[in-house]
């Protein structure tokens, strides 16, 4: 083996490392970020005149951070793959 290739595995494997504390921190963030808001529109639909418009904007906040989080996952899980280092 040489030298440089030993090297390049070791880059390998940092990005893989990377890669996957992408993916796993960003559904874990998901959670999180998901969870303190449900409290805050359970809040807004607990009172009648908020009601319809907390209905709407949690449907849309909701698809828009779960595609957000889900695009920075299939980012992590786009790195581990080009790494070669996932079974």
Known sequence: MKNGDGNAHWWLGVADLL????Q?????????????????????ESVPVTRPG????RVWHHGIA?????????????ATRLT???P
Request: aromatic share 4%; glycine share 14%.
């Open 54 to 57: 907390a209905r709407v904007v």
């Open 19 to 22: 890669g996957h504390g992408v």
């Open 66 to 78: 779960r595609l957000s989080y889900g695009s920075v996952a299939m980012a992590g899980r786009l």
């Open 24 to 44: 796993h921190g960003a559904v874990k963030l998901q959670r999180v970020h998901l969870s303190v808001a449900e409290e805050s529109f359970r809040i807004l």
């Open 84 to 86: 070669g280092c996932q």
